[in-house]
């Protein structure tokens, strides 16, 4: 079983940045595909980013490229998500998610609120 534990959203105005870090408690974290995921108010999950096993390869959404960058830290179990020239659009919950497979999550945190400002 793993546990993934989000934390460091909040408010931010537009233009500006937040970094999420997800916490993962598991003894083999470097086993695990790592992505994050975001929901706007009334729209599906939709995919923000992955991280391969050893952090070497990396995947965004098109919305997000170039904005955001996705990294981890396979001694402390933690994948970060840093989010610069935030937009309001990027207002959701954000999710972070592991699995065995890239695009195969089997496991996901209890989001965390980034809200945007304009």
């Known amino acids: 079983q793993v546990q993934l534990v989000e934390s460091g959203g909040g408010l931010v105005q537009a233009g500006g940045s937040l970094r999420l870090s997800c916490a993962a408690s598991?003894?083999?974290?470097?086993?695990?595909?790592m992505g994050w995921f975001r929901q706007a108010p009334g729209k599906e999950r939709e995919f923000v980013a992955r991280?391969?096993?050893?952090?070497?390869?990396?995947y965004y959404s098109d919305s997000v490229k170039g904005r955001f960058t996705i990294s981890r830290d396979n001694a402390k179990n933690t994948v970060y998500l840093q989010m610069n020239s935030l937009k309001p659009e990027d207002t959701a919950v954000y999710y972070c998610?592991?699995?065995?497979?890239?695009?195969?999550?089997?496991?996901w945190g209890q989001g965390t609120q980034v809200t945007v400002s304009s």
């Open positions: 598991v003894r083999t974290f470097s086993s695990y595909v």
């Open positions: 998610a592991a699995g065995y497979r890239i695009a195969v999550y089997t496991y």
């Open positions: 991280i391969s096993w050893s952090g070497g390869t990396t």
